[in-house]
């Protein structure tokens, strides 16, 4: 899971067998796609995290920030595949992290003091289905360069938790 400079609540994954790719290549592709869909405030990166420990070796994601809203990308060989992912997160002000510690009740606080509005939640959907829509639209391209099968619906979604929850 990435480290916590953003609280996740989506994510998506998906292995594709026989599918030879290089990392940088497919992020480079994953940005243009991003940035061609002109949404304001759009900031793209590259980040590093480590894979384990303090000594561990660390992987590059693509990130994708926009208003408090962080996207991070994997894209890595896997065995005889090729691996895709992403975490949608949102960082929080430094005053609502310190009341979400509060343990018990930080999260009801934080939901009290600030509640998700329906036009939060909307803008919130909008980026998620952007973004989400341009990593698969890249790998589309590179599954159908390799002859290989689109993915199916149910490949397709997202794994979402409670936004409400946060």
């Known amino acids: 899971m990435p480290k916590k400079e953003s609280i996740p609540f989506a994510r998506w994954h998906h ?76 960082t929080p002000t430094p005053i609502m992290a310190l009341i979400y510690m509060i343990p018990l009740i930080g999260p009801l606080l934080v939901r009290a003091f600030k509640p998700e509005t329906y036009y939060q939640l909307d803008t919130t959907s909008m980026f998620q289905e952007s973004i989400h829509h341009a990593v698969l ?3 589309e391209q590179n599954n159908k360069a390799c002859g290989l099968r689109s993915l199916s619906e149910l490949e397709r979604k997202p794994i979402m938790q409670d936004l409400l929850a946060k």
């Open 15 to 90: 292995l594709t067998e026989d599918m030879k790719e290089s990392s940088q290549k497919f992020y480079a592709e994953c940005e243009q796609t991003v940035l061609n869909r002109n949404i304001d405030g759009i900031k793209v990166s590259r980040v590093d995290y480590k894979e384990g420990g303090i000594f561990s070796a660390k992987r590059e994601y693509l990130r994708v920030r926009w208003k408090t809203y962080i996207f991070d990308i994997c894209a890595a060989p896997f065995g005889n595949g090729f691996f895709v992912s992403w975490w949608l997160g949102q």
């Open 137 to 139: 639209e890249v790998l």
